[in-house]
């Protein structure tokens, strides 16, 4: 049975604070429900990453349940304003949180040297990486620079939007990781994402990274097996790319 660690997913559990984004309030998506989604599928989940999403805000207060469900080989990866002192940092990473997220396309916006101070701040202290929700086509060179600086990040939903394939080589061979996620809600075709996943892989083997992304909230349509087989067609059945880039890869980040 293929293995996949889930490197990109949402629990929404209404027993803690949620906030509306742009008036949209998420339905409940529990951890049990997460995990009773994943049975139905002919996969074998050895782990993943609770997101934090822009109706999450900056509270942490779900993240203890929603690991404790979910068991050792979950993480998650939460949003921090600039002011959270090391000791809270600390706490959340003995909690099991392994990275900060910035929201610039759900309309987060965060100072470009708030984010730089804070990632920076977080890698030297407990080691997590940074990770960025944006739409590549409206990111400026400013940002991008930052990303490319920054000591370990990685970037959602390849990109979010149709950009030139050099631009995501750019990412990838300063070691970038891509979520390859999201396939309900990025701009691409599905056409174009096969067309593109093996030639990222050839440029880096080590950078992308499978998230099924549920509940898929605001997107065209939830996740299925459709994604895996046509991850598994673009890579022309290769085990290994396979492998890499659905579980190996996202646990040796992570894990």
Excluded at 80 to 91: F, G, H, M, N, Q
Excluded at 173 to 198: C, N, W
Excluded at 238 to 255: K, M, P, V
Aim: proline content about 5%; overall charge negative; charged content about 25%.
């Amino acid at each position: 049975m293929q293995k996949i660690f889930d490197a990109h997913f949402h629990v929404i559990d209404p027993k803690f604070p949620l906030t509306e984004n742009n008036g949209f309030l998420p339905d409940p998506y529990t951890a049990e429900q997460y995990r009773k989604e994943c049975q139905d599928f002919p996969l074998e989940f050895v782990g993943g990453t609770v997101v934090s999403g822009s109706f999450q805000g900056y509270d942490q207060s779900y993240f203890g349940a929603a690991l404790s469900a979910l068991g050792t080989d979950y993480v998650g990866v939460t949003q921090l304003p600039v002011s959270t002192t090391d000791e809270e940092i600390l706490k959340l990473n003995k909690l099991g949180i392994r990275g900060i997220r910035f929201n610039l396309y759900r309309g987060l916006d965060t100072p470009l040297t708030d984010i730089e101070l804070l990632a920076k701040r977080v890698y030297n202290l407990v080691g997590w990486g940074t990770e960025f929700y944006i739409n590549l086509n409206t990111a400026d060179d400013e940002l991008r620079q930052l990303i490319l600086k920054l000591p370990k990040t990685s970037i959602d939903h390849l990109g979010m939007t149709v950009v030139p394939i050099d631009d995501l080589y750019r990412f990838i061979t300063h070691d970038v990781r891509i979520r390859v996620s999201g396939f309900g809600r990025i701009a691409y075709e599905r056409d174009q994402v096969k067309t593109m996943l093996p030639l990222l892989y050839q440029k880096n083997p080590h950078s992308l990274m499978f998230g099924t992304d549920l509940p898929a909230t605001r997107a065209k349509y939830r996740f299925s097996m459709d994604d895996i087989y046509l991850i598994r067609e673009a890579l022309s059945n290769d085990s290994e790319a396979i492998d890499d880039i659905l579980y190996r890869n996202a646990q040796n980040w992570y894990l």
